[in-house]
């Protein structure tokens, strides 16, 4: 196998090795044209982003800066919205599905490194996929580690480090990041916490 082959297979490979650093490298350069298009061109930040990414939905908005490793392995789903700085080591597979939204200063790391520090001095690494289903919202300062799969409808808190699966339907928070309660029908009546909505057509 080569290492590329490896590193889409979850498997310990070396970055550096067999076109890894290139194609880094090329995805650097598109990741710049991107963060540096005035703000008025965001039909050709749309454009662009649809070049980083492997795979998008049709209506899909990353607000710059944007950081990730190759892009072709984020796959994101249709309303894809991610406020600044979110950052993406995709070095395994990334994806996310529809009507997904992320708030700033977010990280999705796939890429670890081994505990051990003479394995970790070999060189080797890491990734592992990452799944975010529909309808979830992801808060400011969160970070979610390899691995992880958090279900649909799914609320992660603010300065959540998200190390293990969340379930479908639930708020989760903290660090490491645990459920705190589920979402029920009588969420839908309120805006934030005890605020009730004062119009009719959130329905």
């Not at 699966?165 to 459920?179: F, L």
Request: include cysteine; aromatic fraction near 10%; hydrophobic fraction near 35%.
């Amino acid at each position: 196998m080569t290492q590329k082959e490896r590193m889409l297979a979850n498997l310990p490979y070396k970055a550096w090795l067999d076109g890894l650093s290139e194609e880094r490298l090329e995805n650097k350069k598109r990741i710049y044209r991107f963060n540096h298009l005035p703000p008025e061109q965001w039909g050709e930040q749309m454009d662009l982003l649809k070049q980083i990414l492997g795979k998008t939905g049709r209506e899909v908005y990353i607000e710059a800066p944007f950081h990730c490793d190759y892009g072709y392995n984020i796959e994101v789903g249709e309303n894809f919205y991610a406020n600044y700085n979110l950052t993406v080591l995709d070095v395994a597979k990334v994806r996310i599905g529809d009507n997904v939204q992320i708030a700033p200063n977010v990280s999705i790391y796939t890429a670890g490194h081994p505990v051990h520090p003479e394995s970790r001095n070999s060189g080797y690494e890491y990734g592992i996929d990452i799944t975010i289903g529909d309808n979830v919202w992801i808060g400011g300062n969160v970070c979610i580690l390899p691995g992880v799969t958090i279900g649909k409808n799914a609320v992660i808190g603010a300065g959540s480090v998200v190390t293990k699966d969340i379930p479908d339907n639930v708020v989760a928070v903290g660090n490491p990041c645990k459920v705190i309660r589920k979402i029920t029908e009588e969420d839908r009546d309120y805006y934030y916490q005890n605020r009730k909505f004062d119009v009719d057509d959130y329905r």
